[in-house]
């Protein structure tokens, strides 16, 4: 019991079986015994099948096998006990897990889940009604077992005087005596729990036509003439003829045979495979039983019989709804062997449709396959719609894995083996078909992937669907490695496609004649070329073996999905839309990779943690060892989901951070901030890292969300790989400033109004320092950077110093610009400005600095009178880019006189007179000034990392620029290298807490850069508070003074800060949602040493600087 | 179509590939012209299937080698196993299906890059018996009857118009589509045969004389000759390109 528990928690480690291609031990059981999904090999041991011969019957010639002294065939063989079926298979098979673990061979034996081969059964444990201990050998362990239909036939049949003898099997154990005791406490438990779908058998074994076929009631009635009861549905057969001729398919005596096998060897669930089975198979199955073996033999009745209802429930489930599948299968529907009378009808086609569209909903990987229509038209002829929908099931799963996948994966993989083997076994051929340069597969290609059904007559197609569905897909290869052989000499005088294909086409259309029509001997004459099939590729091709098959196919698949995957990533980059075009190939093979990559990481993440949601909802509700693995999951068969196409707002933060580094969180070690998956604290740690894997962690902020907003342009939180690379291309694809300042200024432009208001300024300027937190990589140099190079001092200390004066004045032009968009903005209501629009640029009037200073004062609470610095470096007046005056474009829309221009400034702050900025605005506010000039030409495009990346899953900081350029930020080093290094779950760490952990010598620099970004941070979050503040004075002296005076004077408004303490309430609520926010994208809260008055100042930031008195400040 | 004039005319083979959306008609056309025969539900092709049919012009007999695939996306895949060596392709898209356009448009791009150099394209837009040409000017039935004089210029006349009942495809945009790829273009019927004759012709007329040279004598057994020679062009003009080089270069002639 503990071994098997093992065991299954080996086969339900992701480790153990993703590691390579190999299935695990279970599916191998799984496979072997066409056993559904949910069952393990719990307990095996070696035993002795015997099957007493029924008293009446005399033992027929059918029934061979070993016939014993006791009158009754014998076998020996390995019988396996799982969670709901006892299996019994003369072919060896171990699936004990104290077999070796590296070679599968080691312990499938050489059937390698084959399939029901052999001679044995497959038993429910719900369809065992009484199990006996036999006391005949006192050493040995006997059971007879007594099964369902039995006793069923026991209890009606009472009234017949001549009643069998209730069929048993009796299985004798060969093991140690602990091993048998530990066996049958095993089954003893797996009885008590099969009682509990003793209805779900009932219901499901009542639509076999075994079951009517057997029926005493029939029997009855129709000696004494009365009503028989109803038969079950077997196929659109019954209503519109089985294809071909039943009196030549000897339909009567092959329904009789079966009948008499039954009755001795039990039917549908209780059936024991004997020889005589695997003949009356190979002979063709009569139309009415074979739905019924097909479902038997491919298992999909265990499935069924799992979940009797799904058919129905997943028909009702879905009614209504639409999908790229649906539209596929109608488009299919009236092209599905529409020779077929069935299908001419409604009847016919609402089977197909109804089966083909409940499939696809369960298995969302497939959806539906052209070719599929044609398999189900042909096993709806057979089979209820129940029954084909688990039937199809069985085939896509299990029986033809990967065929009709979305990139069909499994059909070229099949061919490829099926070349191999053609290769191997007809050598002549294979030489004389590649110098002839004939393509196999495009002759091979539907035999397969239809199962030979539009290759030959359908009659014949079926009986090579007879043995598939109990043999496998080897039977697949053998047949066609046989028409091959049989028309190997033809084919040899053949040179090119066209007549290989009509050679062959000629050979199936004449499968019914004479194999031999010119020879003597009458027996010869009459077997047909369809026997001949048969008998050359079961028996000449008998070496084709699961096994090698499977050997085969291990060979080859990494190189057939690594094609694949190439021609998936060549077309869809080749169909990404025109703009994709602006982006090198390189850069789009990186985003790619990276899309698919990310994806397929967050899919398999969130497998895991649902793995581990369930093992751990599994054990709090049952934790007995053996209900442990009970059915609850099972019930319904997982649904296969298709790999992700489309990124959510999540996978899209991964992906930047990824990309750039301003989208690495600041702090990776807080709690997931995923409001969707709720974490239980317990496991607090292990989700977080689970959240991200082992990744960069991405950051989330107000930009980022915008980045995506706009780019996702369905708004459904489905940003399509087109769509990102539309994104990426328009900021990379042109290295236009003006391109790269409307972009970002399209960001702020919510309703696309073309104007971003004061909100939307203040949004701009936290964006700008949440983008530069990180440093610029040497993309932006101040004009005067050479002043620092020869500063006395050390090189890295002229480097610090550089930093320091790059990003300090990098902060210093965010809040200049903050300045100036309030400057030039436009009030909303421009009622009276129409005639003053398009004026040209006055950007050199000296009257603007002097509202430039106005402003600050009037804005800047504190009363210190602003800093001349700011004032000398302004680009406005000195350092004006050349060609911003000269741009044609209306730079300042609405301009002022500059007389009135000072009233208007005192308004910016006035939330009762909004206002907004336009893009020529913005334009000129951002060329006003040299970094952000800078920022927008280089840093901003630039710091989307593409394909330079040297490592796509670290974050791309071009290792050139890193130890080549002296103007590096260099001192991110250290948590970018560990980055790259891979020790990933530290990294997360260190850059958590980035400060904590620099080398000593980068400390204080890396302080003085946290300040200045907290100063950023803050100045702009405080702006933003003393506009809530400014509103909610407003409005609390509106409600003051009543209705009388909506509008204060402005001198009131200087008042505010001193008012403080009266707000203060409302305003810590204020302060603690925008902590929020804000904290997100802080650095370090609790290191940053700026002075607190520097929090009050606005505007000022190299001055705020000297008051902090920074260590290592070096201002120029 | 496909008689031989008394006269020994040579006679060269080209391998044709149509691709296209599924059920937009590939199959339909090609049975239209080579059984002139129409089936309403034609099963949907599983792989590919493979037809021939010869054409006689003025000065030669062309054997089509027809490679008709499947249309459903994720056959893709498999497609280039059938276009390879191609020299013409028809890409077929459903006039009453904007989709199948947009698709259309994605197997130009992959031919223009993955096929062999040089090789002929026509876009066709099928279904045109469900675009009713109801209002007297004679728009999309009357368009494109190609003359498909020499050389393979544009042939096709085709009305902007977009009046048809079920027609979602205007002519003017598929064909001045068409003509910025430098496709043939055509739009046909496979129900009532319009323009179907038409696009194989043009199609013959188009493929350079230089291309056919290789082929075989009159009648005979020469079908391996030609092919082996085709495929030789083909891949003279590949390994110009430095594209897939290792292409059949041993084919004999045995
Ligand atoms: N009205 C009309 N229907 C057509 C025409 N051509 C084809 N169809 C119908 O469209 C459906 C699909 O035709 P097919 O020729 O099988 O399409 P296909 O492109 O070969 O489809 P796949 O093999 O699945 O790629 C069939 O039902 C045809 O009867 C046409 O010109 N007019
Ligand atoms: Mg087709």
């Known amino acids: ?1116 | 179509m496909a008689d031989q004039s008394s006269a020994p005319k040579p006679s060269s083979s080209v391998k044709l590939v149509l691709l296209g959306e599924a059920a937009v008609g590939k199959s339909s056309l090609v049975l239209r012209f080579v059984n002139n025969d129409f089936q309403e539900n034609k099963e949907p092709t599983i792989g590919a299937a493979f037809l021939t049919q010869k054409i006689s012009l003025p000065s030669r007999i062309i054997k089509f080698e027809i490679w008709d695939t499947a249309g459903q996306e994720r056959f893709a895949s498999l497609a280039p196993m059938y276009y390879r060596n191609a020299q013409a392709a028809l890409v077929v898209y459903d006039l009453t299906k904007p989709t199948s356009l947009i698709k259309a448009r994605h197997w130009v791009a992959e031919l223009q890059r993955q096929a062999s150099p040089g090789i002929v394209i026509a876009l066709v837009g099928n279904k045109l018996d469900l675009c009713a040409e109801s209002s007297g000017d004679n728009d999309s039935a009357a368009d494109s009857p190609a003359d498909a004089e020499e050389g393979g210029a544009e042939p096709g006349e085709a009305e902007p118009t977009d009046n048809g009942d079920a027609r979602k495809i205007s002519t003017r945009e598929a064909k001045s589509y068409a003509e910025e790829e430098g496709l043939l273009f055509f739009e046909t019927s496979a129900k009532t045969g319009t323009n179907v004759a038409d696009v194989f012709s043009a199609i013959a007329n188009a493929i350079p004389e230089t291309s056919l040279k290789g082929s075989r004598g009159a009648a005979g057994g020469g079908t391996q000759a030609a092919l082996s020679g085709a495929a030789n062009r083909a891949d003279e003009a590949r390994v110009n390109l430095a594209d897939r080089a290792k292409q059949k270069s041993d084919n004999c002639a045995c």
């Open chain 1, 1 to 1116: 019991m503990l071994s098997s528990l093992v065991q299954k928690f080996i086969d339900q480690s992701p480790l153990s079986s993703n590691n390579d291609h190999r299935p695990s031990k279970a599916a191998l059981f799984r496979d072997q015994f066409r056993l559904p999904a949910g069952q393990h090999p719990l307990h095996e041991i070696t035993a002795e099948l015997f099957l007493p011969l029924p008293s009446s019957a005399a033992a027929g010639p059918l029934t061979s096998g070993e016939k014993s002294r006791d009158s009754g065939n014998r076998y020996v063989g390995d019988l396996h006990l799982s969670e709901h079926f006892l299996c019994f298979s003369t072919i060896r098979t171990s699936f004990l897990p104290g077999a070796s673990h590296t070679a599968s061979i080691a312990f499938t034996g050489p059937t390698q889940g084959a399939g029901p081969g052999g001679n044995g059964f497959t038993l429910p444990l719900c369809s065992i009604r009484r199990v006996e201990r036999l006391n005949s050998h006192h050493d040995k362990f006997s059971l007879a077992l007594t099964t369902f239909e039995s006793l069923q036939k026991a209890l009606t049949d009472k009234t017949k005087a001549s009643l069998p003898f209730p069929r048993k099997l009796v299985l004798t154990l060969d093991g140690s005596r602990l091993a048998c005791e530990r066996f049958c406490d095993g089954l003893k438990r797996g009885l008590r729990e099969g009682m509990k779908e003793v209805d779900s058998l009932r219901t499901v074994v009542s639509q076999c036509f075994s079951e009517y076929l057997l029926d005493p009631a029939r029997l009855k009635a129709r000696e004494e003439g009365t009503k028989p009861p109803d038969p079950p549905d077997t196929g659109l057969g019954i209503l519109f003829r089985y294809p071909g001729d039943a009196r030549k398919l000897r339909d009567k005596s092959k329904i009789r045979l079966w009948g008499e096998y039954m009755r001795e060897n039990g039917r549908n669930a209780t059936i024991v495979r004997q020889p005589t089975f695997h003949k009356l198979i190979r002979v063709g199955l009569p139309n009415r039983l074979r739905g019924e073996i097909w479902e038997i033999c491919s298992g999909s009745f265990y499935t069924r019989l799992r979940n009797p209802n799904l058919y129905e429930k997943t028909l009702a489930k879905f009614t209504g709804q639409e999908s790229l599948a649906i539209d596929e299968i109608e488009k299919d529907l009236n092209r599905s062997l529409p020779e077929y009378p069935g299908f001419q009808s409604e009847e016919g086609i609402g089977r197909l449709r109804r089966v083909l569209t409940a499939y696809s909903w369960t298995n969302e990987e497939v959806g539906y396959c052209q070719a599929m229509n044609i398999v189900v038209a042909a096993l709806l002829i057979y089979m209820s719609e129940s029954q084909a929908f688990f039937t199809l099931g069985a085939l896509c799963d299990r029986l033809l894995p990967g065929y009709y996948s979305k990139d069909m994966y499994g059909t070229l993989l099949d061919q490829r083996v099926f070349e191999n083997l053609v290769e191997r076994t007809m050598p002549v051929l294979w030489e004389h078909l590649v110098k002839s340069d004939v393509n196999l597969s495009v002759v091979s290609l539907p035999w397969f992937l239809s199962l030979y059904i539009n290759s030959m007559p359908l009659v014949f197609a079926f009986r090579v669907l007879d043995v598939f569905f109990l043999e496998g897909p080897k039977v697949l290869f053998q047949v066609g490695l046989a028409i091959l052989r049989i028309n190997g000499e033809e084919l040899l005088d053949v040179h090119d496609d066209g007549s290989f294909i009509s050679v062959l086409k000629n050979y199936f259309s004449r499968l019914d004649e004479s194999a031999h029509p010119h020879s003597e001997n009458e027996k010869l004459r009459a077997i047909t070329k369809f026997q001949e099939l048969m008998v050359t590729a079961f028996k000449e091709f008998a070496g084709i073996t699961h096994a090698s098959i499977e050997e085969l196919r291990a060979k080859h698949i990494d190189n057939v999905k690594a094609g694949l995957a190439t021609f998936a990533k060549r077309t869809s980059i080749r169909n990404l839309g025109p703009e994709s075009k602006k982006l090198s190939a390189d850069d789009l093979s990186a985003i790619y990779d990276r899309f698919f990559s990310v994806l397929a990481e967050r899919q398999k993440r969130a497998k895991l943690r649902e793995e581990e949601r369930r093992r751990q909802e599994q054990q709090k509700t049952r934790p007995g060892l053996w209900t442990h693995h009970s059915d609850r999951n099972h019930d319904e068969p997982a649904r296969n989901i298709a790999p992700l196409q489309t990124m959510d707002y999540d996978a899209f933060r991964e992906f930047l951070a990824n990309t750039a580094k301003w989208a690495l969180t600041d702090s990776p070690t807080s709690v997931s901030k995923d409001l969707s998956k709720p974490v239980t604290s317990q496991r607090n740690r292990s989700h977080t890292l689970l959240q991200w894997g082992s990744g960069p962690q991405p950051a989330d902020h107000d930009f980022m969300q915008r980045l995506y907003g706009k780019w996702d342009e369905s708004h459904q939180g489905e940003m399509t790989l087109q769509q990102l690379v539309r994104g990426l291309a328009r900021i990379k694809g042109t290295t236009d400033i003006m391109n790269s300042m409307s972009l970002f200024f399209e960001l702020f432009d919510d309703d696309n109004t073309g104007k971003v208001d004061r909100e939307g300024i203040l949004r701009m300027s936290e964006s700008l320092l949440f983008l530069s937190r990180r440093g610029f990589d040497g993309t932006i140099t101040p004009s005067d950077f050479g002043n620092g190079m020869i500063s006395p001092v050390s090189a890295a200390d002229a480097k610090d110093g550089l930093q320091m004066s790059t990003n300090e004045k990098f902060l210093g032009s965010v809040s200049a610009f903050i300045r100036r968009c309030f400057e030039y903005a436009d009030p909303d209501e421009v009622v009276e400005s129409t005639s003053s629009k398009l004026q040209a640029a006055t950007i050199n009037e000296p009257a603007e600095e002097e509202d430039l200073l106005d402003l600050t004062e009037t804005k800047s609470v504190s009363k210190q009178p602003a800093s001349p610095k700011p004032a000398e470096h302004d680009p406005l007046s000195e350092v004006t880019p050349p060609g911003t005056a000269v741009k044609p474009t209306p730079i300042l829309e609405g301009s002022r006189r500059s007389s009135s221009r000072a009233a208007s400034h005192n308004l910016a702050l006035d939330p009762s007179k909004p206002l907004h900025i336009t893009l020529p605005t913005f334009r000129m506010v951002i060329l006003a000034d040299e970094l952000l000039e800078q920022f927008f030409e280089s840093f901003f495009p630039q710091s989307f990392h593409l394909s330079d990346s040297p490592n796509s899953s670290t974050v791309s900081l071009p290792s050139s620029t890193l130890s080549g350029n002296l103007t590096t930020f260099s001192n991110l080093g250290t948590p970018v290298k560990n980055l790259i290094n891979g020790a990933s779950n530290k990294t997360v760490i260190d850059v958590g807490r980035a400060g904590g952990v620099v080398e000593p010598g980068s400390r204080g620099l890396r302080g003085v850069l946290d300040n200045i970004v907290n100063d950023g941070m803050r100045m702009a979050a405080e702006m933003r508070k003393r506009m809530e503040e400014t509103q909610r004075e407003f409005e609390r002296n509106a409600r003051e003074q009543g209705h009388s005076r909506p509008y204060r004077d402005e001198e009131d408004d200087d008042d505010d800060d001193d008012d403080e303490k009266g707000a203060e309430l409302g305003r810590r609520d204020q302060e603690l949602l925008e902590g929020a926010e804000v904290a997100s994208i802080k650095t370090e809260g609790s290191r940053s040493r700026a002075v607190s008055s520097a929090t009050t100042e606005t505007g000022t930031g190299p001055k705020k600087g000297e008051g902090g008195g920074g260590g290592g400040r070096d201002l120029g």
